[in-house]
Nanobody, 121 residues
């Protein structure tokens, strides 16, 4: 069974840092674009950052200069390093990836289960 498993959320004070991880497991031939999204209470899910298989990155304006997305292709894992966290970063963070599956060779989009990030003093 193919799945994305997240880890690394939690409670942090303003100005602090957290690192989220998202590991893809199962029969996977290739991983293409990987990304992070977030959803705050009462708001729509929004893009935080994406990274292509070649390493090109894209960030939401609200996190530029504070968050860094990266990937380890050997581990089928991508990360989100979050520095200088602000209360407005509080949300459930979801990882996302386009995976070419070993079972049928098709490319499908997958979501992680979500991890809570709370920034509060």
């Amino acid at each position: 069974q193919v799945q994305l498993v997240e880890s690394g959320g939690g409670l942090v004070q303003p100005g602090g840092s957290l690192r989220l991880s998202c590991a893809a497991s199962g029969s996977i031939l290739s991983i293409y674009v990987m990304g992070w999204y977030r959803q705050a209470p009462g708001k729509q899910r929004e893009l935080v950052a994406t990274i292509t298989s070649g390493g090109s990155t894209n960030y939401a304006d609200s996190v530029k200069g504070r968050f860094t997305i990266s990937r380890d292709n050997a581990k089928n894992t991508h990360y989100l390093q979050m520095n200088n966290l602000k209360p407005e970063d509080t949300a459930v963070y979801y990882c996302n990836a386009n995976l070419r599956l070993g079972v049928d060779g098709l490319v499908r989009n997958y979501w992680g289960q979500g991890t809570q990030v709370t920034v509060s003093s």
